[in-house]
């Protein structure tokens, strides 16, 4: 059994009447191929036919909607974000690769989020002459 994913609309969202496409790929990231897509397709027929090929294969569906980009302008700024998106990826790489991914170091299962903590009384200070006194 394979891996569906698509994006959560509201039910008055716009994307709904844009054309849709499937995009099948490996789920086991030791498998190497070319993804294949396939459509434009109605949402509901796109979800459809991705459930029941990846219902009895270990592939991965993507459902996402073509965003109709119909000026020089607006396909320049998707390239644009992707590459951002692409070099904050690679950066958050490079950073765990040098310094380590401290996530799972975590110790939460003894961790309480409501736990009172008391105050540590102040140190008691030594009493000193006033230095304006000789």
Known sequence: M?????LE???DSPARDLPWIVTFGP???EEEWEPVVC???ERPHALALAESVVADEDLMAVVEPLLPHVTVEEI???????RIVAE???AEAADAAEFGDYDDDIDVAGHDDHAVVEP???RARKRSAPAWSA
């Open 39 to 41: 459509g434009p397709y």
């Open 9 to 11: 609309l509201p039910d």
């Open 27 to 29: 789920l086991d990231e």
């Open 2 to 6: 394979g891996a569906l994913v698509t």
């Open 120 to 122: 540590t009384p102040p």
């Open 88 to 90: 904050d990826e690679q």
């Open 76 to 82: 320049r700024g998707e390239i644009a974000a992707a």
